[in-house]
């Protein structure tokens, strides 16, 4: 039974329960985010950032304090330095900032250049670029941006729109799902003129997602550690939710949101976070279950 059923507002305290927190092999900030999260501390003074650095909302606020705001407008960059993400920018809005006579600090991640490589040998090769990714993320802007007359597809029915009677190459965004990698590009193999396919999946991606994967079958519930508008938490809680259902899948951005409701005796609770979450936070959220009485935590 779910302790805390019987009380309408149980109080965090009094439960007494035995749990075994395990915390998945991959999880947290990855080396991209890291390097920029630590170039744009080492900027004195204030400097915009363009777009989110990262999403978890406790490490925004802590750099706004340092005097690192999000901007979202050109318009609101002012005329100084400005810190361009981990995950790129759009070519046309990064030509501005520099036409702007600004200092860029660019902080894109090589595995996200690598993917605009990528697409250029393809090119190269005389095929249009097939873009597998979210086309409101910043990443994919930035890749298509790169990329003549690309197509974009991130759901199944966007595959109706790739021509079948001419080269076609195909990449994907860095923190697509694996699995929805392997289903488009065998639907478009099997329909189109492929005449090239580069899983651009980084490597921390397809860690964390298959660490996820396998804890996610050994455990009871699942803690998913991230901003709600991470990319790559989200997809990590659709691994989980797989899995275990999403009752039992919880995706949260703050310890406080943890609910012993969720909770009974005797459990093995999973946590994971995304590559843009902080071990800081990821270490609050444990404490916070440990608080449950638990028995052990396993790295
Ligand atoms: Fe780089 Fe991958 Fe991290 Fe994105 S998730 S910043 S591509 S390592």
């Known amino acids: 039974s779910v302790i805390g059923n019987d009380h309408p507002s149980p109080c965090y305290n009094a439960l007494k329960m035995s749990l075994e927190i395990l915390l998945a092999r991959s999880a947290g900030f990855c080396f991209g985010v890291k390097k920029a999260i630590e170039k744009a501390e080492t900027l004195d003074g204030e400097v915009p950032i363009f777009g989110y650095l990262i999403h978890t909302p406790q490490e925004v606020e802590r750099l706004r304090a340092k005097g690192k705001r999000n901007v979202h407008e050109l318009?609101?960059?002012?005329?100084?330095?400005?810190?361009?993400?981990?995950?790129?920018?759009?070519?046309?809005?990064?030509?501005?900032?520099?036409?702007?006579?600004?200092?860029?600090?660019?902080t894109t991640c090589p595995l996200v250049t690598r993917?605009?490589?990528?697409?250029?040998?393809?090119?190269d090769k005389g095929a249009r670029v097939?873009?597998?990714?979210?086309?409101?993320?910043?990443?994919?802007?930035?890749?298509?941006?790169?990329?003549?007359?690309?197509?974009?597809?991130?759901h199944e029915e966007d595959l109706e729109r790739v021509p079948t009677d001419r080269p076609i190459g195909i990449i994907c965004q860095s923190t697509l799902l694996m699995e929805k990698w392997k289903k488009f590009t065998d639907l478009l193999t099997s329909r189109c003129r492929v005449i090239d396919a580069v899983d651009t999946?980084?490597?921390?991606?397809?860690?964390?997602?298959?660490a996820a994967e396998e804890l996610a079958q050994s455990v009871d519930v699942m803690l998913v550690v991230g901003g709600y508008n991470s990319s790559n938490t989200s997809k990590l809680r659709e691994v989980c939710a797989r899995y275990l259902g999403e009752a039992r899948t919880?995706?949260?951005?703050?310890?406080?949101?943890?609910?012993?409701?969720?909770?009974?005796?005797?459990?093995?609770?999973?946590?994971?976070?995304?590559?843009?979450?902080?071990?800081?936070?990821?270490?609050?959220v444990i404490e916070r279950v440990r608080a449950l009485d638990p028995v052990s935590v396993v790295e």
């Not at 361009?84 to 860029?104: F, Y």
């Not at 310890?255 to 995304?274: C, K, L, N, Q, Y």
Request: glycine content about 8%; overall charge negative.
């Open 201 to 210: 999946i980084c490597k921390p991606t397809k860690d964390r997602q298959s």
């Open 75 to 106: 318009s609101d960059v002012g005329s100084g330095r400005v810190v361009v993400t981990a995950h790129g920018l759009d070519i046309h809005k990064l030509d501005s900032l520099k036409d702007g006579q600004r200092e860029v600090i660019d």
């Open 250 to 284: 919880h995706h949260i951005e703050r310890p406080e949101e943890i609910v012993p409701d969720w909770f009974s005796d005797d459990m093995r609770v999973g946590v994971t976070a995304g590559a843009s979450t902080p071990d800081y936070v990821i270490q609050a």
């Open 130 to 154: 097939v873009i597998i990714g979210d086309p409101d993320h910043v990443e994919v802007k930035g890749i298509a941006s790169r990329m003549k007359d690309p197509i974009i597809v991130y």
């Open 115 to 123: 993917i605009y490589r990528e697409g250029w040998k393809m090119q």
